[in-house]
Structures are given as structure tokens and as C-alpha cells.
Nanobody
Framework: QVQLVESGGGSVQAGGSLKLSCVVS????????LGWFRQVPGKGRQRVSC????????FYDDSVRGRFTISRDNSKKTVWLQMDSLKEEDTGVYLC??????????????????WGQGTLVTVSS
């Protein structure tokens, strides 16, 4: 059974930074996509960023491109989301997801095989 555990959320003022982490366990596939989504009250689930096995296989939503950076360590089965220049509209519960398909499928079609419980990020003015 695949499990994902997020950490690193918290409260920060606009313009600040946070770094989220997600540790994956129970996955046996050699290749898989990891991604970050956020749940915003009244707006549903939004994609943030997705990443494949290779460093150049990444997707960013337009709303975070240039401010957020996704990275992963396959040996540690960990994915991170560095969030800089945070805005109030970045507030939400950030969920980590794993998918056995492609980055495009995960981030454009919201495909996933497993989700974490989420970590809350609150950005205030």
C-alpha cells in the first residue's frame, strides 16, 4: 500500500518562504510521477507542480511558475516543494500525490494513484 506523508506547512507572511516535504513508502515501481496539489476552500483542488524521474521532467501551474520549485530524491523517495514569494492566494492544504503515469497526465488531467493527508499553508498579509 502506497503511503505519502507531507510536512513543512505553517503560517507565513506574504513574501515569505516555506519548504514542503513528502516521503513516499510502499511504492515498488521503478518509475513514477510525484506531484503537489492544493485544496482551497470554495475553489476545489488545484494542481501546483508535478515531477517525473528526470530533473527536466517538470510541470508548474502558471500561478506558481517562477516562485515555486519542485525537486525529488529518488533514493530517499522524497519530493520537496520550495515556495518563495508566497502570496495570500497560495493559502490552502497542500497534498502530495503519486502516479504511475506521466507528468502531463498527472498535472493536466489530475491523474493519481495515491494521496497524502495534506499539510496546511497559511499566508497572511
Amino acid at each position: 500500500q502506497v503511503q505519502l506523508v507531507e510536512s513543512g506547512g505553517g503560517s507565513v507572511q506574504a513574501g515569505g518562504s516555506l519548504k514542503l516535504s513528502c516521503v513516499v513508502s510502499g511504492i515498488t515501481a521503478d518509475s513514477y510521477t510525484l506531484g503537489w496539489f492544493r485544496q482551497v476552500p470554495g475553489k476545489g483542488r488545484q494542481r501546483v507542480s508535478c515531477m517525473g524521474d528526470r530533473d527536466n521532467d517538470k510541470f508548474y501551474d502558471d500561478s506558481v511558475r517562477g516562485r515555486f520549485t519542485i525537486s525529488r530524491d529518488n533514493s530517499k523517495k522524497t519530493v520537496w516543494l520550495q515556495m518563495d514569494s508566497l502570496k495570500e492566494e497560495d493559502t490552502g492544504v497542500y497534498l502530495c500525490a503519486a502516479y504511475l503515469g506521466t507528468v502531463q497526465e498527472m498535472c493536466r488531467m489530475y491523474a493519481s494513484d495515491a494521496w497524502g493527508q495534506g499539510t496546511l499553508v497559511t499566508v497572511s498579509s
